[in-house]
Nanobody, 124 residues
């Protein structure tokens, strides 16, 4: 079973940028679709962005479209989430996930492997 570890979170001012990383124990991402979700305590898990295992198809939540960008680096066994123009509403624990499908969509239940999460806090 692949293992995922997130990093790159922190405390930043609104309007700034962060890049989150999700490192995988497997040699390649080519047989997995990948996604980012986020969650605030007391709220349900929220879809952020997803990519097919080829990296050719990506999708984004309306709340982050045009600001966040998902990418895969198979040589480094790492998925990234570039977050620009951050808003206080983006504050959450961000988790990466993987599934053995070409593309697994926006529902968290479609993903079987999860990282531990990394905290992102955006101040106004």
């Amino acid at each position: 079973q692949v293992q995922l570890v997130e990093s790159g979170g922190g405390l930043v001012q609104a309007g700034s940028s962060l890049r989150l990383s999700c490192a995988a124990s497997e040699r390649s991402f080519e047989r997995f679709s990948m996604a980012w979700f986020r969650q605030v305590p007391g709220n349900e898990r929220e879809f952020v962005a997803a990519t097919s295992w080829s990296g050719d198809y990506t999708s984004y939540a309306d709340s982050v479209k045009g600001r966040f960008y998902i990418s895969l680096d198979n040589r480094a066994n790492t998925m990234y989430l570039q977050m620009n123009s951050l808003k206080p509403e983006d504050t959450a624990v961000y988790s990466c996930a993987a599934a053995y499908r070409y593309y697994s969509g926006t529902y968290y239940g479609n993903y079987g492997v999860w990282g531990q999460g990394t905290q992102v806090t955006v101040s106004s």
